[in-house]
């Protein structure tokens, strides 16, 4: 547990730049209708993601990451199948 | 539970408070067409800007003396697919012209550009497969990712050691990669670094495609595209192509040498499920490639322009795409002020693309100039008066917040 939260704060540190004006962010935040990204905003977010962690996510993985913890436990997973 | 249009709500919203009179530059009508650089747009003459029509071909009079020719000859319409009901020699011919123009032994005309890529790239890669597209990669490449089921992975904007990250990454699944750039970038105008991501491909493995939709007829000696430029031409295993820009008319291609690669014939959906080009269509394809070949002075003339216009933005102080090319992005600010430039560049009689995010990449907002052959020095010069005099649009506060369109 220890090392999902570690990637959940690294998770943040590059979420919360790109965050709107006063919204809030946990790991249950839904990045697109509740933190406000876009599609694109999401791609252009895992390729930081991917190259913080040295990793490649595939975007058919994304239709089932709407959260920062699904993100955190796909990236946990692909660090693990390596 | 939402209703099946709530999807559309957003959109709604956002069209309403972007284009609060109703008229959306995305509905913009094209009321006559005078040629290749002039139309009539809300009831005035203005200046095109914002066509692909690179070469200026489209009112070409040995292009529409084909076109007549073979719509006399073969009528209105194949009224089928090539597989199902036949080829006509129209379409043979064609392929066996772009195989010489590019020296390649299998080339396959498709109905679009969109479906070339769809009929290649989504037939060609499977579940086993992998994808490496670039970040900014067109939305029919990105379509063709989806249709074909392989993983896909998205490697950064001409950042070749990104490339290579990701490459190194696969390992042994590299040589089952298929790795996706294109000539020229359609937004932004810049090129793709070909020669390294050859380079890349050449050290550990996968199949290199370049979509030259931009490219065909603008770049490398022969106009063949980036990959003559470049000259990596022998290097790169499927060229992917669109009569919808410099060659004037719509169609698409695949030229390989590979091949297996006729066999995407059998195999490829968007080749077999839909009707082929009309007679006129390949006509005038046809015609506009042998000028393409014969007056390499188009090209010159094209550059002449593109590389005038670059110039003269840039002095005005303008953001621009990173290098001259036919294909100009002015970037601006926030929606609203895009909306406005557009809008002022119009009642200044200057048609030019309107692009936002998503379909810019970066967040940017833009209006994109395409240059053409057909231009004149003098008509290059009033789009940059038209340009000099909304700068005052720029300097208004306000300008540069919202990139993100939040
Ligand atoms: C890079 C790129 N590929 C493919 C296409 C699609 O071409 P077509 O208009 O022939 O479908 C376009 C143009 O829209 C494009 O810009």
């Known amino acids: 547990m220890a090392e999902y939260q570690q990637i959940l704060d690294r998770l943040y540190t590059h979420l919360r730049p790109m965050a709107p004006q006063g919204t809030t962010l946990d790991e249950d935040t839904d990045l697109i209708s509740e933190f406000g990204l876009d599609s694109v905003n999401v791609m252009d977010l895992l390729l930081e993601v991917e190259e913080d962690f040295d990793i490649s996510v595939p975007l058919n993985l994304l239709a089932d990451i709407r959260t920062p913890k699904d993100l955190a436990c796909t990236i946990i997973r692909l660090l693990e199948a390596e | ?406």
């Open chain 2, 1 to 406: 539970m939402m209703a099946l249009f709530d999807k559309f709500n957003k959109l709604a919203s956002e069209r309403a408070e972007l284009f609060p009179t109703g008229l959306s530059p995305f509905e913009t009508r094209i009321e006559e067409v005078y040629s290749p650089t002039e139309a009539r747009i809300g009831g005035r003459r203005v200046l095109l800007a914002g066509t692909n029509n690179y070469l200026g071909l489209t009112f070409a009079p040995e292009c529409i003396e084909a076109a007549q020719k073979a719509v006399e000859r073969e009528g209105t319409g194949t009224t089928g697919s090539r597989m199902a009901n036949g080829s006509y020699g129209g379409h043979c011919a064609l392929e066996a012209e772009l195989g010489d123009f590019y020296q390649s032994n299998s080339v396959i005309v498709f109905s679009t550009g969109y479906l070339a890529s769809l009929g290649l790239i989504g037939t060609l890669a499977g579940a086993q497969d992998i994808i490496l597209l670039d970040a900014d990669c067109h939305a029919s490449i990105y379509d063709a990712c989806r249709l074909s089921g392989a993983q896909i992975i998205r490697f950064r904007h001409n950042d070749v050691a990104d490339l290579e990250k990701r490459l190194q990454r696969l390992k042994k699944h590299a040589d089952n990669t298929l790795i996706v750039v294109e000539g020229i970038y359609s937004m932004l105008g810049d090129r793709a670094p070909l020669a390294e991501i050859v380079a890349v491909k050449r050290r550990y493995g996968g199949y290199l495609v370049v979509d030259e939709a931009h490219s065909l007829g603008v770049l490398g000696e022969h106009g063949r595209g980036l990959s003559e430029e470049a000259g990596v031409a022998t290097e790169v295993d499927f060229i992917l192509g669109t009569f919808s820009k410099s060659l004037g008319a719509v169609g698409g291609f695949l030229a390989s040498n590979h091949p297996e690669s006729e066999f995407l014939r059998y195999a490829s959906r968007p080749y077999i499920f839909t009707a082929s080009p009309s007679p006129s269509v390949i006509a005038s394809t046809r015609a506009a490639l042998q000028l393409l070949r014969s007056r390499p002075q188009l090209r010159e003339r094209l550059w002449a322009n593109a590389t005038q216009l670059y110039r003269q933005l840039q002095a005005l102080g303008y953001r621009l795409g990173p290098e001259p090319s036919p294909v100009v992005a002015t970037l601006l600010g926030s929606r609203q002020q895009a909306v406005a430039f557009w809008q002022g560049l119009l009642e200044r009689g200057i048609y030019v693309n309107l692009v936002l995010p998503p379909a810019a990449p970066g967040g940017y907002t833009l209006v994109r100039c395409s240059v053409s052959a057909a231009h004149t020095p003098a008509q290059i010069d009033i789009i940059c008066q038209a340009f000099a005099d909304l700068r005052a649009i720029l300097e208004q506060p306000d300008a540069l917040v919202d990139s993100h369109g939040s």
